[in-house]
């Protein structure tokens, strides 16, 4: 594993939009240094889709949740806060696909990529 430099971390989309009403700024920038901290910690896939979904998901997602804890939420409601931001952020993106899952063939259509 090589050394990153703070340069060469990608910043996860997540972290870097402004639709995050609920979170405060304090937070968020707590978050995005803890983020960047488990990003130097992890051995990041070659498969681009799960690299994308370690960048975008899963260490936003767990750098946030640690940063509740330490603010002294308990693991229930940390958990269920990054779970409404989580829904808030994908809620686009699963109305989105719900509806093209209707369409006739679409998964057929799908795996055919």
Known sequence: MTVREEKDIPISKILNTD???MVSS???SK???RYKKLYIQQTVPENKV???HLLDYILPG???YQILLEDGLSKEEASEQVESIFRFLTEKRRKFLQSIGRLPLF???LRMR
């Open 19 to 21: 639709a995050l009403p």
């Open 26 to 28: 304090g937070s968020m």
């Open 31 to 33: 978050t995005l240094e």
């Open 50 to 52: 799960l690299q994308r």
């Open 62 to 64: 767990l750098a946030y």
């Open 107 to 109: 998964y057929t259509l």
